[in-house]
């Protein structure tokens, strides 16, 4: 395929490997924030080809894994009144929350539906006016903008809302960098998520945490090669941002997709499966749109923060935590039986070790 | 959700920027996109897609560009181990 073989080709990554080597006089600790280059990173081994020179670990990247479960119990309340038909995306659908998942919610005659876009939500409402449609919307700064137009565009419908549980990757970096402990020396950020804001969003946490940002693709190539200019960076010094992926990121992003976003969300403070609450870390529907709010329209509310029982997944998208080293991975918790949320996307760090079965 | 791999614009449709629409063919598997972010699009890009909705176009100048990383890097080494 046009644009992706041309950066999975064994002997270009073999070489980005052996520089890593040759530029690496220590050991370093890298993460990744993002569940797509998590999934690369597993799928291609790629933590094996480096080993010694950089650990990679596995950060807060997969949006449905940091969805809290108090959005879920109120997609689930939503989903049992009668004549609403809630749609989300098919990660979204096994993700447990206080009391089952949105799977046994339709198992129950929820109308739970998956859709590949909010617009697809949109569509479903037009052509069905008795049915209240919900989109639960999830996802990073990648996803919002798909949210964004597809209000603006159901501005006449009456009967499409939206459970809004958007968030955004900067705030999160700066929550895993202000840890006790925190051993992380420098990032891969997330290429699609830069895409649309831009990397000069990031030029202050390079600042203030004096580390390397690298703006990285999803081919293993490019991770590597973002890799090797994170560790030049490490090795001189140096602490800013450099951008690897410069086909499809430029600095300020995409400003019709930012003054979309700028229309409809507001940032607030918001509760991350896992990790707890983080400020200005959430999007939420801005005043003139919250008739379009669920939470509003059906009298739903949030519950408190609640905290995963018997899984450790906060330490896991935090680095304190290989998902191997876990005592309930592979035994208690699999894919078929998530205990957490990173077991149950693809792009989760527990499914990906699971599924490519490498311990790092 | 968020694996996005690049498909290429087969089709444009729509006047208004908030409905452009594109049929957009990733390896063959051919889906509707919202263009309202990128509403200058032409038959033959590539676009960067998540949840329906191209977040860009593939600047194809800086395509092969983790090649040539490489192989800068490559003769800076060779120049250092000449120097010494």
Same mark, same amino acid.
Do not use: K, R, W, Y
């Given at each position: 395929m046009r644009f992706v073989d041309e950066y999975r080709d064994p002997e270009l990554c073999a070489g980005y490997a052996g520089e890593i080597h040759r530029a690496a006089t220590r050991g370093w600790t890298l993460m990744e924030v993002c569940g797509g280059q998590t999934h690369t990173i597993m799928r291609y081994g790629i933590g094996e080809m480096i080993a010694g020179a950089v650990e990679l670990i596995? #950060?807060? #990247?997969?949006?449905?894994?940091?969805?809290?479960?108090?959005? /879920?119990? *109120? &997609?689930?309340? /939503? &989903?049992? /009144?009668? #004549?609403? *038909?809630?749609?989300?995306? #098919?990660?979204?659908?096994r993700v447990p929350g206080s009391r089952g998942d949105l799977n046994s919610a339709r198992a129950r005659g929820g109308d739970v539906r998956m859709v590949y876009s909010p617009f697809d939500a949109v569509e479903l409402a037009a052509k069905n006016p008795d049915t209240q449609v919900v989109m639960f919307a999830v996802g990073f700064e990648t996803t919002a903008p798909a949210t964004a137009a597809a209000l603006l565009s159901a501005r006449e419908l009456r009967n499409f809302s939206v459970l809004c549980c958007h968030v955004l990757v900067p705030p999160a970096m700066e929550a895993v960098l202000s840890m006790e402990g925190c051993g992380v020396q420098g990032f891969l950020a997330a290429g699609h998520v830069c895409t649309v804001t831009g990397w000069k969003p990031y030029s202050g946490i390079a600042d203030r945490y004096g580390v390397p940002i690298v703006v990285a693709g999803f081919e293993p190539a490019d991770i590597l090669q973002a890799v090797l200019m994170c560790v030049g960076q490490l090795e001189k010094g140096t602490h800013r941002v450099e951008n690897q992926y410069t086909r499809s990121v430029s600095p300020h992003g995409n400003p019709a997709a930012l003054a979309m976003m700028s229309r409809v969300f507001v940032t607030e403070d918001r509760d991350w499966r896992g990790m707890g609450v983080i400020p200005r870390s959430g999007l939420n529907l801005a005043m003139e749109w919250k008739t379009f709010d669920a939470l509003e329209r059906f009298g739903v509310s949030l519950s408190e923060p609640f905290h995963d029982k018997g899984c450790l997944a906060g330490r896991v998208l935090t680095g304190g935590l290989s998902p191997p080293d876990c005592p309930r991975f592979g035994s208690e918790c699999t894919p078929d039986t998530p205990l957490g949320a990173p077991m149950v996307s693809s792009e989760g760090a527990c499914a990906a070790h699971y599924r490519y079965g490498r311990k790092q | 959700m968020c694996l996005g791999i690049p498909g290429e614009v087969l089709e444009v449709w729509g006047d208004e920027p908030l409905t452009r629409r594109a049929k957009v063919s990733f390896g063959g598997a051919v889906r509707e996109v919202c263009l309202a972010g990128v509403p200058d699009a032409r038959v033959g890009e590539f676009v960067i897609v998540h949840a329906g909705f191209a977040l860009n176009r593939l600047n194809q100048e800086e395509a092969m560009e983790v090649h040539g990383y490489l192989a800068r890097i490559r003769e800076m080494g060779r120049e250092e181990c000449g120097e010494n």
């Open positions: 596995h #950060g807060p #990247g997969c949006p449905v894994c940091v969805t809290p479960v108090s959005h /879920i119990d *109120a &997609a689930l309340e /939503i &989903a049992s /009144i009668p #004549g609403v *038909a809630l749609c989300t995306f #098919g990660d979204m659908l | -």
